[in-house]
């Protein structure tokens, strides 16, 4: 019963036509089926299942849900905290490439993104990062390296800290 009116909670929050939209996209016509969470039709999800949501967040389920234009690209591994949020047109990818060799593929590790985070409309966040809870990432921002110790905003290409929380 509680499972059933998380549900019902979760749609009602999303909306029933982004809902069924999404749900359209992913289980009738299969694009990106393998994700098990209900994402936006205008977003790609490559090896969903590798992605991991802490607690099963509503705040981030919506945001998968709702996010358009978004490419998440799990294939090492994503592990995302509770209350984390994004906007649209982000890129979170697990994957790098040898320099020299393009099919050779280099493990950084899976991406980890605290909780209360909030990445901006645009951003990149590249293989290997951590970003530690209460992080903010500017609009547009490309994340190379880990800012573990969070409570921090920041921002530009490659991201640097701009504020402290």
Known sequence: MK???????????????VYLLNFLFKNIFRIDSDCPY???????????????????????LKS??????????????IKIGKGT???FNVSIVSLDHDINEFSKKIDKGPIKIGKSCWLGAG????????????????????????????NVVIAGVPAKVIRRL
């Not at 059933?4 to 029933?16: D, E, H, N, T």
């Not at 966040?125 to 490309?142: F, K, M, R, Y």
């Open 85 to 87: 949020i994004w906007s």
């Open 123 to 150: 951003s990149v966040i590249l293989p290997g990062v951590v970003l530690g809870d209460n992080t903010i990432v500017g609009a547009n921002a490309v994340v190379t390296k880990s800012f573990e110790n969070g």
């Open 38 to 60: 209900n994402k936006n039709f205008t977003s790609r999800v490559i090896c969903g299942n590798r992605i991991s949501i802490e607690d099963d967040s509503i705040t981030v």
């Open 64 to 77: 998968i849900a709702v996010s358009g234009g978004c490419y998440i690209q799990a294939s090492e591994g």
């Open 3 to 17: 499972k059933i009116k998380s549900k019902i909670g979760y749609v009602r929050s999303i909306g029933l036509s």
